[in-house]
């Protein structure tokens, strides 16, 4: 079972930036895709960014042009740096890897808080 451990969370104020950051207990890291998502309290979780193992990038309409999904293959690492932070963003964002075992592999979240 592939473990992710999420970390650089916090509370910034609107307009700040924060780095988020997802270590893989695995030697087979580059070959996966790797995620971002987030939950904001009563809502769904949602998909923030994905990168592949060639570092194409997608991301969610909402987060365009402010955040970026990067991966460093050398340290088991994806990032997620997030930029021109808005309440709105205020959640727990997870990392996950989906082709990690029959179910995937989801991080236990990290508590990004926006403040107005």
């Known amino acids: 079972q592939v473990q992710l451990v999420e970390s650089g969370g916090g509370l910034v104020q609107a307009g700040e930036s924060l780095r988020l950051s997802c270590v893989a207990s695995t030697s087979i890291f580059s070959i996966y895709v790797m995620r971002w998502y987030r939950q904001a309290p009563g809502k769904q979780r949602d998909l923030v960014a994905t990168?592949?193992?060639?570092?194409?990038?997608t991301y969610a309409d909402s987060v365009k042009g402010r955040f970026t999904i990067s991966r460093d293959n050398t340290k088991n690492t994806v990032y997620l740096q997030m930029n021109s932070l808005k309440p709105e963003d205020t959640a727990v964002y997870y990392c996950?890897?989906?082709?990690?075992?029959?179910?995937?592999?989801w991080g236990q979240g990290t508590q990004v808080t926006v403040s107005s």
């Open positions: 996950n890897a989906p082709e990690a075992g029959p179910a995937g592999s």
């Open positions: 990168i592949n193992s060639g570092a194409t990038t």
